[in-house]
């Protein structure tokens, strides 16, 4: 009975858990639960519920649901071409906008979404199908109050306002309009306008404008460049020829100052040589004046001392003179004689040889006189001596004074050679100047006269070429060139021909007719020398037959074909065909 009990209870627990296990798995099958991305409504017994974030039990003939899509959803809308925007100031707007919208996470937008868009929150495309119209609404009406200019300098304004305008028609529908990005903004193609419509009209006239203003513009400034290029080209090229200019000038400008400094230095060394030799020949010439004065000198002094010894010896041989008789007197004489010609043999060398010979006068004519007494002689020498320094001092004096004159000269004569030098160098740079003006017209004739050589060959060989043009013509051509040039030049020969006829005053014609047949033989004679024709052409060609220089002109015209005693014949080789 215990085992019975034991039994049923283990059967009655085991399909009480069956039963849980399977009602377990039917509410695991009816419970829907709702995402982050995916929330639903559930409608049908007891009413609406909104499910986000959680769960509830749907039952498939009690309940419907309703999916809502919670994500953010990127809706690109695109006008352009004839769908273009038109803006304020009517010009045409090509925009590609993209709106990110999303279910308003609350109750009532997700049942409003559910209830006015049902299951297009699942697909993009057919959610932009349903309010497309509204984003091209609000950007058609942001588009009419701007310009096309603040339209792209004012991108953040138009996608502000846009959103503005959009937004309060997207909670209608439970969306809400998260941002909106202006991706694309660019002016309509010009062919896209149509000049029937008063909008694309207006809008094409202030295009058309704007872009050949543009244009005109972009011209200018290009023409103004390609202009200042040329223009800077210009004045580079202008500078490398000024630069190229100067730096030949510069050449030529040193290469005169080089010559300058060169024919400068040389003189300058030429004057350094000459003055190094004066100066030598100046030191040699001071040195023998000093030797000549020492030697002088040394000559004076040996001469002084020389009259001192005669002076001192004359004086010893007076006293002796004095106590001997006339015989040592005589004896002295010749003693002083030999001494006077020993002194006059020194100032033969020396400039002192008129003192000492009258020095020795003056011995002599003492030694004469000695017969009058110690005391006369005594004075006499006394006086001679001072006689002798006086003439030594204005002897000195004046080679003092003849000194000054020597170096007076010398530097005079330096002076000179400076000045002439300095002369001389001025001669030298004058010459040189002259030499290379000289030398430069010389280079512009060698110039100008290449340039002629050059023209002359030129003329040479254009008129070569003319001549040798002219001897390829045929001889119809030459004839013709001929007949040409008579037809030319004829009104002038026929003018100079009867020009002599100026000078006939008047003219008798005397015509006799029956004077027999010599007569008329006679007649018949002149009327064939003078030629055929009327009366008047045989008296003009018998007043051209009486000019002067008759057969030299005949000749040069009869060379060209024309009959010079004939008024007819002149005009008559025109006719015939002329032999070139």
Do not use: W
Not at 340 to 349: F, G, H, P, R
């Amino acid at each position: 009975m215990l085992a019975m009990n034991l039994v049923d209870i283990l059967v009655i627990a085991g399909v009480a858990l069956v039963a849980l296990l399977v009602l377990g798995m039917i509410l695991a099958r009816l419970y829907k639960r709702a995402t982050k991305e995916i929330s639903f409504v559930r409608t049908g017994f007891r009413g609406e519920k909104v499910i986000m974030n959680g769960g509830a039990i749907v039952l498939p003939v009690l309940h419907e649901i309703i999916p809502v899509n919670m994500n953010t959803l990127r809706l690109e809308v695109r006008r352009a071409a004839e769908q273009a925007l038109i803006t304020r100031d009517r010009m045409r707007a090509d925009v590609t906008a993209e709106f990110y919208v999303r279910v308003k996470p609350t109750v009532d937008a997700i049942a409003n979404a559910a209830q006015t868009l049902g299951l297009k929150t699942m697909n993009p495309q057919e959610l932009k199908e349903l309010v497309e119209g509204k984003f091209v609404d609000a950007l058609r009406s942001v588009a009419a109050e701007m310009a096309m200019e603040e339209l792209h300098e004012k991108r953040v304004d138009f996608v502000q306002k846009v959103q503005h305008v959009v937004s309060e028609d997207l909670l209608k529908n439970g969306l809400e309009l998260e941002s909106v990005s202006l991706t694309g903004l660019d002016q309509t193609a010009f062919e896209h306008f149509n000049p029937q419509n008063a909008f694309d009209a207006e809008g094409l006239t202030k295009l058309t404008q704007a872009i050949e203003s543009r244009r005109k513009i972009r011209n200018d400034i290009e023409q103004e460049t390609d202009l200042a290029i040329k223009t800077k080209n210009l004045e580079a090229e202008r500078a490398k020829l000024q630069i190229s200019r100067e730096e030949e000038y510069a050449r030529l400008e040193q290469e005169r100052e080089v010559s300058i400094r060169r024919a400068s230095q040389m003189a300058e060394i030429a004057r350094e040589q000459a003055e190094k030799k004066r100066e030598a020949e100046e030191a040699q010439i001071a040195s023998q004046r000093e030797i000549d004065l020492k030697r002088i000198m040394s000559e004076r002094d040996i001469d002084n001392e020389n009259i001192q010894k005669d002076r001192a010896v004359r004086e010893m041989d007076i006293a002796k003179q004095r106590a001997v008789e006339q015989a040592e007197i005589e004896r002295q004489k010749a003693v002083e004689l030999a001494s006077q010609e020993k002194s006059i043999a020194v100032a033969e060398k020396s400039r002192a040889e008129s003192e000492a010979k009258a020095e020795a006068d003056k011995a002599r004519a003492l030694a004469v006189k000695q017969e009058e007494g110690v005391i006369t002689v005594r004075q006499t020498e006394q006086a001679e001596r001072a006689k002798q320094v006086e003439l030594i001092q204005a002897r000195q004096q004046a080679e003092k004074d003849a000194i000054h004159l020597v170096v007076a000269a010398e530097a005079e004569k330096k002076a000179a050679e400076d000045q002439a030098e300095a002369l001389r160098v001025a001669a030298q740079g004058q010459a040189d100047k002259e030499r290379l003006t000289a030398k430069g017209q010389a280079d512009a004739e060698l110039l100008l006269a290449d340039a002629k050589a050059r023209s002359y060959e030129v003329d040479a060989e254009g008129k070569k070429a003319i001549n040798a043009a002219a001897n390829m013509l045929s001889v119809d051509q030459i004839a013709m060139q001929i007949r040409l040039a008579l037809i030319e030049q004829l009104p002038e020969i026929i003018a100079q021909s009867v020009k002599p006829m100026e000078q006939i005053s008047d003219i008798k014609i005397l015509q006799v007719n029956g004077m027999g047949a010599q007569a008329g033989g006679n007649g018949e004679t002149a009327a064939t020398e003078g030629g055929n024709g009327s009366l008047a052409d045989q008296v003009v060609n018998s007043a051209l037959r009486y000019r002067a220089q008759a057969p030299i002109l005949d000749s040069l015209l009869s060379e060209i074909g024309l009959k010079a005693g004939d008024i007819n014949g002149m005009t008559e080789a025109l006719k015939a065909p002329l032999k070139p």
